[in-house]
């Protein structure tokens, strides 16, 4: 953003000049054991004009963490004093910090566990360094909350949902879910009966035009669903429409209030 002033100097001819305003610059730490990985993406988003630190274990990275306050981590799973899952829990007692998980682990269960720890999206290896800077900078476009606190609290049944505390109750005990997933829930349940396509709400919850496998929300309900659900096998409130997405139903025998 260029700012420009106008000024007098001896009373002659006005002098326009030119004040550059630098615009805040994103800060990401890169958490990977595996010196080739993590300086490649450290030479890569550097020249993406992001402030970047790095860091080969937990010990260094929590150190760095502290004094660097990032933006974003992109965090490997596998580290040589502790695991990512661990370390993405810890961060996110700290502050809100985005987790990018990076792993050579593909599997659904994996995701799950990041996912159910904070992590914000999950990339496997082997990955482009075109993808991973669309995976950053979508990350980096989104907020925190996206559930306006005028929201109003709903509740199905036994379920009580409140934007503004931003916790979820269940037969009147806490529920604990992370940011995204209460975002999720929150608006599949203010939207009942509506069907949402993947695109649809990672447009409308994740904030961002995603890059990448779109079954990241389907991992997200699943979690969601062991959470809320009597059975998540046989979900009474957030059903799969086929070949679409989802839609959030309130079962036939509760009662529904916001």
Request: proline residues 6%; aromatic residues 8%.
């Amino acid at each position: 953003m260029t700012i420009s002033v106008i000024t007098r100097p001896n009373h002659s001819h006005p002098v326009k000049r030119a004040f550059v305003v630098a615009m805040p610059t994103a800060k990401i730490l890169v958490v990977d054991d595996e010196p080739a990985i993590r300086n490649l993406i450290h030479r890569f988003l550097l020249k993406q004009n992001y402030e970047m630190e790095s860091a080969e274990d937990g010990k260094t990275a929590l150190h760095t963490f502290d004094k660097f306050k990032p933006d974003l981590v992109i965090l490997d799973v596998n580290l040589p004093d502790t695991t990512g899952y661990q370390l993405c829990q810890e961060m996110q007692k700290r502050t809100d910090v985005f987790v990018l998980m990076l792993t050579s682990r593909s599997g659904e269960d994996d995701k799950i566990r990041g996912f159910s720890l904070g992590a914000d999206d999950y990339i496997t290896k082997p990955f482009s360094l075109v993808e991973l800077g669309a995976r950053v900078g979508a990350l980096l476009k989104r907020q925190r909350a996206v559930v306006p606190p005028e929201q109003p609290t709903i509740t199905v049944g036994n379920l009580k949902i409140d934007p503004v505390r931003r916790e979820a109750v269940l037969n009147q005990e806490e529920v604990s879910l992370t940011a995204l997933e209460f975002d999720l829930l929150y608006f599949l349940a203010n939207n009942p009966g509506r069907v949402w396509r993947r695109d649809e709400l990672l447009h409308h919850v994740w904030n961002y035009d995603f890059v990448g496998d779109r079954r990241v929300v389907d991992v997200h309900i699943g979690v969601i669903r062991r959470k809320i659900e009597p059975d998540a096998s046989h979900p009474s409130m957030i059903h799969t429409v086929r070949g679409v997405g989802y839609k959030f139903e309130p079962p036939e025998n509760s009662e529904t209030s916001d």
